[in-house]
């Protein structure tokens, strides 16, 4: 493994309650100074962070399987990427691309339309987080088509920015008492496979013929400029989409002249084990929004699609004061490297290979558990009320910190706050991901 000696050791080390009396300190301040709505999952304070292990100020060492949010994929201090924003830094910090530009945004833009589907002439531009891709996507969409409407699907998660908020399908907590939300934005269902009423084995086929009814008949297909989705949704509950719908959804757009946007921003960069989850059925995305694994943890975001289609906004029309920053870009190229020479794609596979027979074993034993899907480092447990579908959140929420009190960073999520999310950086030893999941199993026992 790639690291750099400031790495934390790579042990599960629990060495005070966690959060400890360091921790505790910090975190006084913290809801003194910081505003409540910046809420924390797990208020550990961070001394360092790498490999498979967060290590915080009172010397606990936890095992990490949620990657700042599927981020450092590459690990939090990965060397390269550690070396090649040094550099830049010392060189310069920024200049403003759209003022005097540098060879790192380029090196990028290179990079993104050689890694993603497709070998159409490809552009990029980009930004410094997901929401302001997916909103930029949205913008060059409209451009591009002359038209307005832009489908999204049920339980999608696109940013926290008035635009996305819209996109986004869960009210609480990413726009409960923030809107209005903009106009414009039609919601359709998608094919979610384990609470699809008719069976799993219609789901693809109903769901896309229910989705493409709604657009063509509520919407119109002729108003629609873009059709935005997640290959794998994220912060819905991490749904794979029944096989089939995605394609016939994508073969639908490009019938109806509207721009097919994959939003990639949690699961591309080797995360589902391909470089862009839509490759699992071969889809070629008109556009690709892309954040989060692009840059080893520093902030870059980007939309990459046909020349054509991002050529359509005006010269001036996209940008902003530090979109692409010097310092990400290189961060990116580093981590873009990383994934190259360590091969992630496989690593990703090797984790999926090790945790789901493990989580299915865990689920014999544990009838709470009523569903483990997921593809690659992406893989999620549905719990439920034994015997039923019935969302238990409240379990969830108690396995979560029976874990984090173990020294085990889980992450939950989904629309009814009842799924619990694996997301470990692909660099993570095996003995530590195998640790990791005794941890979530001693917590089943307790708890389930
Ligand atoms: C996280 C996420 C976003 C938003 O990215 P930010 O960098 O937080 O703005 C958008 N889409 C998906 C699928 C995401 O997972």
């Given at each position: 493994m790639t690291s750099t000696s400031s790495t934390p050791a790579q042990e599960r080390r629990v060495?005070?309650?966690?959060?400890?009396p360091k921790s505790q300190e910090l975190h006084a301040r913290k809801q003194a100074a910081v505003a409540d709505g910046v809420g924390n999952v797990l208020p550990v304070y961070v001394r360092r962070a790498g490999g498979g292990v967060v290590e915080d100020v009172d010397g606990n060492h936890l095992i990490d399987f949620g990657s700042g949010i599927a981020v450092t994929?590459?690990?939090?201090?990965a060397e390269a990427v550690v070396r090649e924003a040094t550099a830049q830094l010392a060189d310069f910090t920024h200049t403003c691309f759209m003022v005097t530009p540098y060879e790192g945004y380029v090196k990028v833009a290179e990079e993104l339309a050689a890694l993603t589907p497709g070998d159409h002439a490809k552009k990029s531009a980009l930004f410094n987080s997901g929401a302001e891709a997916v909103e930029n996507a949205v913008k060059i969409a409209r451009a591009h088509t002359g038209r307005q409407a832009v489908v999204v699907f049920d339980h999608g998660y696109h940013g926290r920015t008035n635009l996305t908020m819209a996109l986004t399908s869960k009210s609480m907590p990413y726009k409960h008492s923030f809107g209005p939300f903009a106009p414009e934005v039609y919601r359709v269902p998608v094919a979610y496979p384990y609470r699809w009423l008719t069976g799993p084995e219609n789901c693809a086929e109903e769901a896309a013929a229910q989705a493409i009814d709604q657009i063509s008949k509520q919407v119109g297909a002729e108003n629609v400029a873009a059709i935005v989705i997640e290959p794998v949704l994220g912060e819905g509950g991490f749904i794979e989409p029944a096989k089939g719908f995605l394609p016939r959804i994508a073969e639908f757009a490009k019938a109806n002249g509207i721009v097919f946007v994959a939003d990639?921003?949690?699961?591309?960069?080797?995360?589902?084990?391909?470089?862009?989850?839509?490759e699992d059925e071969g889809i070629v995305p008109d556009l690709i929004t892309t954040a989060?694994?692009?840059?080893?943890?520093l902030p870059l975001a980007a939309v990459t699609g046909r020349a054509e289609i991002m050529d359509a906004a005006h010269a001036g029309g996209l940008g902003g004061?530090?979109?692409?920053?010097p310092v990400a870009c290189a961060g990116a190229l580093g981590a873009i490297a990383t994934m190259r020479e360590l091969d992630l794609n496989a690593k990703a596979k090797r984790i999926e290979e090790i945790m789901k027979p493990r989580l299915a074993k865990i689920a014999e034993n544990h009838p709470a558990i009523g569903d483990v899907r997921g593809r690659g480092a992406m893989i999620a447990i549905e719990l439920v009320k034994p015997g039923t579908k019935e969302p238990d959140a409240e379990l969830t929420g108690k396995v979560a910190k029976a874990c984090h009190q173990a020294g085990l960073l889980i992450l939950t999520t989904g629309t009814y706050g009842n799924v619990i999310r694996f997301l470990p950086p692909l660099v993570i030893g095996e003995e530590l991901l195998g640790e990791g999941l005794d941890v979530l199993e001693s917590a089943f026992a307790e708890l389930a």
């Open positions: 060495v005070t309650a966690i959060p400890g994929s590459v690990g939090a201090s990639e921003i949690q699961s591309g960069f080797c995360r589902t084990g391909q470089w862009f989850a839509c989060k694994g692009i840059a080893g943890g004061t530090y979109g692409g920053n």
